[in-house]
């Protein structure tokens, strides 16, 4: 069967020049970084080799990047690591509603420590004002972190002028670039952001690695106690194999990007313009233009997002949903409800992530299955009442 993975947002297929680049560490280079003989050294060398690749990509110095286990915890160690840091200053933390989990729920655990957060709005866009920051700034805010691009719906956040009033403030200022490195440019100092997180997964790299940029002078408290590795930011002995493959893919990245966003948004319009030709009452999700150049998410009227899923799976189709089914009910995206999107049509909605291997064949092949799917599910349901059929 034809299969088409649509679900890059999700995690992505190792580049294979990653992979070449990470199999000596598993063999020969295998050292472990802290020791001081050959093999140690070897290992160090590789490791700090991938720090400079790193940081240079995303404009910063070597000695601001913590490698960590990926985007989530690099998320938990930039804001636990500053909410613990600065609690004698403040308590106060601003955030936006429509964060990862991995941003939301370090959130929610703080507000039980004692620290109080609040959760921006967003427009139907998806996009934060800087004025609501601006606005929501109190003598005790410590920490602002809103994410680069969401997720779900691919909405760029106005992240330059957020970090204007958060240097202007003196607040540090963390943003979850998860989503958006290696997809649009990422600079730490056209930002003036203090904190970045990264995962490696999401870019071509391999699982289990990401990175935390934090920006010199800036302290945090660590979120393990035991070794001295990553200037005592991060204990464990370093996944050597895995920061060998981020650095690579983050050279790869940035040799490649432009050329790939351009790529990858023609594949993006001809997948949103053949929908809203092929399939009717579909409705797009995110902003028009501020959006990542892979991600299209669409409402199907009158249909489960998730029944749509299954049925596109079962023609060789990845994609995803945003809601999530916790505990055998179907919650609807807390992303799409904070956009204001109507319940209904967010259970109807579905992400469609683009990715390096996608085709102009793929995008044709999912133009050709979904709108017979979508029809057939609509026949049977319940609350579809087309727009075009007189009422
Ligand atoms: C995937 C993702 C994360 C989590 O990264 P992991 O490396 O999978 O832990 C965090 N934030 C965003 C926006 C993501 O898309």
Redesign the pocket.
């Given at each position: 069967m034809r299969r088409v993975y649509l679900d890059n947002?999700a995690t992505t297929p190792v580049h294979p020049l990653v992979l070449e680049a990470m199999i000596p560490f598993f063999k020969e280079t295998f050292g472990n970084a802290s020791s001081v003989h050959y093999f140690g050294q070897q290992a160090k060398k590789a490791l700090e080799e991938s720090r400079e690749k790193v940081a240079a990509f995303i404009g910063a110095k070597a000695g601001e990047i913590v490698f960590t286990s990926?985007?989530?915890?690099s998320?938990n160690l930039a804001i636990k690591g500053v909410a613990y840091a600065n609690r004698a200053k403040g308590r106060h933390i601003i955030t936006s509603s429509i964060e990862?989990h991995?941003v939301l729920n370090v959130c929610k655990q703080l507000e039980k420590k004692g620290f109080e957060v609040t959760y921006l709005p967003v427009n139907r866009y998806g996009e934060v004002s800087p004025e609501s920051v601006e606005d929501a700034i109190r003598p005790d805010t410590i920490l602002i972190t809103v994410?680069h691009a969401n997720?779900e719906v691919g909405t760029l956040q106005p992240i330059d002028a957020i970090g204007k009033i958060a240097k202007a403030r003196q607040i540090l200022f963390h943003t979850?670039a998860?989503?958006s490195v290696g997809k649009v440019p990422v600079n730490v100092d056209s930002f003036n952001v203090d904190l970045l997180?990264l995962?490696s997964?999401?870019i071509y790299g391999p699982k289990g690695v990401?990175a935390l940029y934090v920006r010199r002078g800036t302290r945090i408290l660590p979120l393990f106690q035991g070794g001295h590795h990553e200037r005592r930011r991060r204990a464990g002995t370093e996944n050597v194999p895995g920061v060998v493959g981020l650095g690579r893919a983050c050279e790869l990245a940035a040799e490649n990007m432009d050329e790939e966003a351009g790529k990858l948004l023609a594949l993006m319009d001809r997948l949103q313009s053949g929908l809203e030709r092929k399939v009717e009452d579909v409705l797009l999700n995110g902003h028009p233009t501020k959006r990542l150049p892979n991600t299209l998410n669409m409402s199907f009227a009158g249909v489960e997002g998730e029944s749509l899923l299954l049925n596109l799976d079962m023609e060789g189709i990845a994609v995803s949903t945003g809601s999530a089914c916790t505990s055998g009910t179907l919650e609807p995206s807390h992303v799409l409800s904070a956009m204001g999107v109507d319940p209904q049509l967010a259970q109807g909605s579905l992400r469609f992530s683009l990715g390096r291997e996608n085709t102009e064949e793929d995008i044709d092949y999912v133009l050709a299955v979904i709108s017979d799917i979508v029809k057939r599910l609509r026949a049977i349901s319940p609350f579809y009442k087309s727009s075009s059929s007189p009422s």
């Open positions: 947002n990926g985007g989530t915890e998320d990862h991995a994410m997720n979850d998860v989503q997180s995962s997964h999401k990401g």
